[in-house]
């Protein structure tokens, strides 16, 4: 587990609850739970902040790191698909991106074609790429960024035919790949979750130790957004084991919830502004869980 991806976890599962910054000191005590030493840790933050997913900020002789406008977007939308347990509803149209991206900036289109996966895109035939969900903001938020408004095209349509829309999933993604990987993580945190909740049942399981699996285990999870598109329940098939593993994450990240945040808070509160939780935040009803 790298310490950049790390980082991002641990601001979208506790930090972003409680104001979204905190003191690099906190930051390193809580990675080196996972092993990150200090240099590590200072690295990838400096890295997070020149890619601008977070800004610095000195108070005193301390030096604290808080998401920006755009570190916020991503992890606010990463917890939305992490923690949406069922699929959602069509409504029957596809969303078509299409672009023809010169090559003198070819950074740029290997940049967007990361995001355009990340967001949920697959791809129909080159530089064609299609989803079912709405998308319409992120898609133009992307042309803003990339500065590319004279090189794509975006469609909302249906499909017409000649084939099904179940068609399309075919030729855009690969669903049997995607199942055998939420198999592989049902096989293993099954097993995982039986023992931990037994553990933490009879008082032998540590805050410390819940927060490194409640984190190991988000971390893991929220490796589908990155090849589970999110299709809509109306295009999967029917042996779809994505709801399976999103109701298993939901009850072990429950179980592992509330001593998890209690180390959190613990090592939060040296350096940084409990009062800055936010108050609505309550870890067994997540703000982003969706059933």
């Given at each position: 587990m790298n310490t950049r991806s790390m980082i991002f976890t641990l601001y979208g599962d506790y930090i972003s609850h409680y104001g979204s910054k905190i003191w690099i000191g906190s930051l390193i005590r809580l990675l080196s739970e996972f092993g990150h030493n200090d240099q590590s840790v200072r690295a990838a933050i400096s890295r997070m902040n020149k890619q601008g997913w977070v800004q610095s900020e000195k108070i005193g002789n301390k030096s604290y790191y808080s998401l920006t406008d755009r570190g916020?977007?991503?992890?606010?939308?990463?917890?939305?698909?992490?923690?949406?347990?069922?699929?959602?509803?069509?409504?029957?149209?596809?969303?078509?991106?299409?672009?023809?991206?010169?090559?003198?900036?070819?950074?740029?289109?290997?940049?967007?074609?990361?995001?355009?996966?990340?967001?949920?895109?697959?791809?129909?035939?080159?530089?064609?790429w299609i989803s079912a969900n709405d998308l319409e903001k992120q898609v133009f938020d992307l042309i803003e960024k990339y500065e590319i408004d004279d090189y794509v095209d975006f469609f909302i349509s249906k499909y017409a035919g000649p084939h099904d829309n179940k068609r399309l999933v075919e030729k855009s993604w690969n669903l049997e790949e995607i199942n055998a990987k939420y198999q592989e993580f049902i096989s293993e945190y099954s097993q995982k979750y039986?023992?931990?909740?037994?553990?933490?049942?009879?008082?032998?399981?540590?805050?410390?130790?819940?927060?490194?699996?409640?984190?190991?285990?988000?971390?893991?999870?929220?490796?589908?957004?990155?090849?589970?598109?999110?299709?809509?329940?109306?295009?999967?098939?029917?042996?779809?084991?994505?709801?399976?593993?999103?109701?298993?994450?939901?009850?072990?990240?429950?179980?592992?919830?509330?001593?998890?945040?209690?180390?959190?808070?613990?090592?939060?509160?040296?350096?940084n502004e409990l009062k800055n939780k936010d108050q609505e935040y309550n870890v067994l009803t997540h703000p982003f869980i969706v059933d």
């Amino acid at each position: 587990m790298n310490t950049r991806s790390m980082i991002f976890t641990l601001y979208g599962d506790y930090i972003s609850h409680y104001g979204s910054k905190i003191w690099i000191g906190s930051l390193i005590r809580l990675l080196s739970e996972f092993g990150h030493n200090d240099q590590s840790v200072r690295a990838a933050i400096s890295r997070m902040n020149k890619q601008g997913w977070v800004q610095s900020e000195k108070i005193g002789n301390k030096s604290y790191y808080s998401l920006t406008d755009r570190g916020q977007r991503r992890i606010d939308e990463a917890g939305k698909r992490i923690f949406k347990l069922m699929p959602e509803k069509w409504d029957g149209k596809w969303r078509i991106f299409m672009y023809n991206i010169p090559e003198e900036i070819r950074n740029v289109r290997d940049e967007l074609r990361k995001e355009l996966v990340w967001s949920g895109f697959g791809t129909l035939s080159n530089s064609c790429w299609i989803s079912a969900n709405d998308l319409e903001k992120q898609v133009f938020d992307l042309i803003e960024k990339y500065e590319i408004d004279d090189y794509v095209d975006f469609f909302i349509s249906k499909y017409a035919g000649p084939h099904d829309n179940k068609r399309l999933v075919e030729k855009s993604w690969n669903l049997e790949e995607i199942n055998a990987k939420y198999q592989e993580f049902i096989s293993e945190y099954s097993q995982k979750y039986i023992i931990d909740k037994n553990k933490i049942q009879k008082g032998n399981k540590t805050d410390a130790e819940c927060f490194v699996e409640r984190t190991k285990l988000v971390h893991e999870y929220r490796k589908f957004l990155f090849v589970d598109p999110g299709l809509p329940e109306e295009l999967l098939p029917e042996k779809w084991l994505g709801s399976h593993a999103a109701a298993l994450f939901s009850d072990y990240y429950k179980e592992l919830a509330e001593p998890a945040s209690r180390f959190f808070e613990s090592v939060f509160q040296e350096g940084n502004e409990l009062k800055n939780k936010d108050q609505e935040y309550n870890v067994l009803t997540h703000p982003f869980i969706v059933d």
